[in-house]
């Protein structure tokens, strides 16, 4: 994981911080996989982990987990050039929030970009927003994004390969903050991953 | 790379997606059990994807050496895998499929990344696909878009 000499002057200090973290949070993440956080917290008797996150969209709508107690926050970390995994999973975001009907009006769902390089804060407004018009979609600057990556204990980087291709790095979870602004489920990538995130979700709300 | 009139004709002929056998020739490679669907996507200032899927009913191997798509002005194969808990994608590499195979495409795994796109790409709309095999055969292949 250490950046290789020659790239150094093509990307800032910050990315190779995240690299950096990056090994730190996969580590943890992978400690910790197949389980969701808080169960572990509160079998472990390490105290539930609350994530920070404040972020103003571009048009002026903040999105301030501290503000917003009582509901239920779906976050995904993801970046707009990704035509798979994230659209995939924004997609899940659109089919959950169907599915819940009514009950949606107490839930956020937003996604926060990993590459701010790319994304500015209108990019990333009008990305989420090309899923639905009550998803955030978030970006700021790196340091920011990186310290909110950090209270979630996931990570991202970015760097070029050798033909120039922008590669990015990033938690294919989706993470679910509780009415409480604990972090509670985490649901992982996989074939079963729509309906695992519809229920945590529900299970947040009936909390 | 752009698939001929010809070729499109002849995939639109050939059948649609999951058809469950599609041959371009008698002679060229036989897939069958093909499955193919696109993500619809309205921003063509981000690239899209596609998932083709296909067993090689033939009885050479298929390696794919190039695709190209009707919306895209260019297609590649890339592949997203975990990597230290983090999921990154990227070339997928060579990708060959023995007689008898099958090759998934699926979100979160193998998938046709389409850049360039040439116009928004709207639930319901069907385009075509021109998958390359290194021994210089062809198969074309009927994309469907999906909103989900």
């Not at chain 1, 969209?57 to 990704?82: H, K, M, P, Q, S």
């Not at chain 2, 850049?115 to 928004?120: E, F, I, Q, T």
Request: glycine share 10%; net charge negative.
């Amino acid at each position: 994981m250490q950046p290789e000499p020659d790239r150094m002057a093509d990307f800032p200090l910050e990315v190779y911080l995240m690299k950096a973290f990056a090994v730190v949070a996969a580590v943890t993440l992978l400690a910790g996989c197949g389980g969701d956080d808080a169960s572990r917290a509160a079998q472990s008797g390490a105290p539930p982990i609350v994530p920070a996150l404040s972020l103003t969209e571009a048009g002026g709508r903040t999105l301030d987990l501290a503000a917003e107690r009582g509901r239920v926050v779906v976050i995904f970390f993801g970046y707009t050039n990704c035509p798979d995994v994230c659209p995939t999973t924004m997609a899940d975001f659109v089919s959950v929030k169907q599915r819940l009907g009514a009950r949606a009006a107490d839930v956020r769902f937003a996604f926060v970009t990993v590459d701010p390089a790319r994304d500015t804060p209108e990019a990333a407004r009008r990305y989420a927003a090309g899923f639905d018009s009550t998803f955030y979609g978030l970006s700021g600057d790196s340091a920011t994004l990186v310290a909110v990556q950090h209270t979630f204990r996931v990570a991202a980087w970015t760097e070029r390969d050798s033909t120039g291709q922008v590669l990015v790095a990033h938690s294919a979870s989706v993470f679910i903050v509780g009415k409480d602004g604990t972090l509670g489920n985490q649901v992982f990538f996989n074939n079963t991953r729509g309906e695992a995130l519809y229920q945590a979700v529900l299970a947040a709300l009936e909390a | 790379m752009k698939p001929s009139a010809a070729l499109l004709l002849a995939g639109a002929l050939a059948g649609c997606a999951e058809r469950p056998e599609q041959s371009s020739a008698a002679t060229g490679p036989r897939l069958i059990r093909v499955e193919a669907w696109a993500r619809a996507q309205a921003d063509t200032t981000r690239p899209g994807a596609a998932y083709i899927s296909f067993t090689n009913a033939g009885t050479q191997e298929l390696e794919i050496a190039g695709i190209s798509c009707e919306p895209a002005g260019m297609a590649h194969l890339h592949r997203s895998e975990q990597q230290g808990g983090l999921m990154v994608m990227r070339g997928a590499g060579r990708v060959a499929v023995a007689p008898g195979a099958r090759l998934e495409m699926e979100p979160g795994a193998l998938h046709v990344m389409l850049m360039d796109l040439a116009g928004p790409v709207a639930a319901g709309r069907r385009f075509n696909c021109l998958l390359e095999f290194s021994g210089g055969e062809t198969f074309p292949v009927e994309v469907e878009a999906r909103a989900n």
